[in-house]
């Protein structure tokens, strides 16, 4: 992940991790204040409650480490031995398709995808979770969960994205102009590690995981209600893909690396909360535990098993 993509995720990890902790201590020194009542929720939404398995030690452990690997990747240069050396399949023609015309258009895209990024990442914290969840339909222990598993997510992919940039090594599209003059020799394109942090695409995979996230918190909570639901879900993908579309346009990657950010944003963006929303809590309404319990009978005793 290049250094401007990984001061994004580490701004919203930052974020997202001082709004989730400031939240818990207050909900642990202090009881909770009645929800605001600034705005009415739609008619016919259900109640706003958390029934699934919370956030535990492990997935604090999960997100620690995962924001731990992901600066360390950002620090630690590439492999000097590139296992991924030029385009491979369409790449060349995509970018033959799809390159800006000039150097200075490409750097406006490249501008334009840290902004995509941003907007992808600090959406599910901000707008979902503290105005939404919390603000919008009161609900506190909502809006925290859905945060921290937000805060999971970004720094799970961060992980994995950071660890195979670094061990594949592979050169961006713009690496050979480089050396045949084609860019300055001074430029920082050609001047540090970034120049092969190619695959895969960091920008694409954060910003398909906040599009994931999204889609998977409104339409399990109900946040706003339909069409509100579909639109916002729609709206986080319509991000992400123009994200990865600057990244080509841009010059800063190929059509595999970007297309491989797109799948793995994805599988992080709905397998994280799937680890959790697959789980109802205990003794809530979705909990299908069997409970045994022994009651007498004529002539003895039963064993009832209560669902």
């Known amino acids: 992940m290049s250094g401007r993509a990984t001061s994004h995720v ?18 642990a020194d202090t009881p ?27 997935d604090y452990a999960v997100t620690i480490v995962g924001g ?8 630690v240069p590439p492999l000097p031995t590139h296992s991924i050396q030029g385009p491979v399949l369409f790449d ?15 750097y406006t895209y490249r501008d334009a995808s840290d902004v995509g990024v941003s907007l992808a990442m600090t959406w599910p914290f ?33 992980a994995i994205q950071g660890a195979t940039n670094v061990a594949v090594s592979r ?11 084609g860019l300055p020799e001074n430029a920082d394109d050609c001047a540090s590690s970034w120049r092969y942090r190619s695959f895969f695409s960091g920008h694409t995979a954060q910003a398909f995981t906040g599009a994931a996230l999204i889609c998977v918190h409104h339409f399990k909570h109900d946040l706003l209600g ?22 080509l346009v841009g010059d800063v990657h190929y059509a595999t690396d970007v297309l491989t950010g797109m799948l793995a944003g994805t599988l992080v963006g709905y397998g994280v909360p799937f680890l959790h929303y697959a789980f109802p809590a205990p003794g809530s309404a979705g909990d ?19 669902f």
């Open 10 to 27: 580490l701004r919203a990890l930052a974020l997202a991790w001082g709004l989730t902790s400031v939240g818990s201590r207050a909900r």
């Open 32 to 58: 909770p204040p009645p929800p605001p009542a600034a705005v009415e929720a739609p008619a016919g939404l259900p109640p706003l409650e958390w029934r699934w398995r919370r956030f535990s030690a492990a």
């Open 68 to 75: 731990a690997v992901t600066l360390a990747t950002a620090i």
């Open 92 to 106: 060349a023609s995509v970018r033959d398709a799809l390159r800006a015309p000039s150097l200075q258009v490409r």
């Open 126 to 158: 901000f707008a979902d979770a503290l105005t939404t969840a919390w603000w919008y339909r009161g609900s506190r222990d909502v809006a925290e969960e859905m945060a921290l598993i937000d805060l999971e997510a970004f720094a799970v992919m961060g």
């Open 171 to 181: 050169e961006r599209p713009f690496g050979p102009a480089c050396d045949n003059g």
């Open 226 to 247: 339909t069409p509100w639901d579909a639109l916002s879900c729609a709206g986080g993908y319509a991000v992400a893909a123009t994200t990865g579309m600057f990244r």
């Open 288 to 306: 299908h535990t069997v409970q045994l319990r022994l009651a007498p009978a004529p002539g003895g005793a039963s064993l009832m098993g209560v």
